[in-house]
């Protein structure tokens, strides 16, 4: 059985985890998040309504799955993924979609799937813009190819304080889900080294090439051609 | 012709909403982000750190090209080539 970790049951991961349920109910999610649902968390995070306010996003959003599709293999886990347990968590792993709201979870994330081989799928939101990189360890590039690092807390906004536009995390959780299942199914995902960017206020896209870092250190844990890939 | 810079969602509200926005006689990277610092006050802070240098979360891509495995901010530009302004995002 294949299994699919997803990392942040919020605006990209709810929409994601319905996507990738009805197209391929027999693969296991594993759905990661530490949170508790918010009253204003109920306009994006569309697994979740008024009643779940308080509770684990991760065990409400594994109910629901359960109950709106057949046969989904949904599991929650209510943990706050980290550096420490990435290695763990990722055994089995098969895929990884990353839509947390946090930039250093992002890149503990992109170094995990580099080091574990396993391929991931990262997308992100924010205000009127979204974004979206598929990562194959071994081929193509990293989160860290495009940008060295993390900024500093606070330097710049969250989703939280700057708002993201609703409709755009239906988009990037969907295509999310499209580009893991492509993964699952032995395809080649489209966002491969180049990074796919969304505008929702003039609703345009375009990509931009991402190519390998020579110097990047997360693609040197995945030699070209080392690749665990289904 | 003049030099077109993308400017990211993100990044509008200090250019009055603009998505793209137009540099002359720009000879590098670097005279193009100067040049729009001084027109578009604060935008410097959110591309350069405090020595100057492109800020680790940020890119700029020449037309196709990711500057940071070139000449970075010393990357020279003709007329017509396009500058598009990459932020990381994080939220999800
Ligand atoms: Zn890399």
Redesign the pocket.
Known sequence: MRTAVILGMGGLGCPAALALAEEMPGVRLLLVDHDRVERSNLARQILFTETDVGQPKAEVAARRLSRLVPGARAEALVHHFGASSASELLAGCDVLLDGTDSFETRFVANDAA?AARIPLIHGAVLGWGGQLLAVLPGQG??L??LFEGPPPPGALPTCAEAGVASPLCGVVGAAMASEAARVLRGERPHAIARLHQWDALRETERDVPVP??PR?P??ALAPEAALRHP | MPVIVKIPAPLRPLTQGQSEVSVENAATVQAAVEDLSRRYPGLRERLLDDKGALRRYVNIFRNDEDIRHGKSLQTALAEGDKLTIVPAIAGG
């Open positions: 580099c590039s990293c860290r190819c390998r870092d990047c997360a693609c």
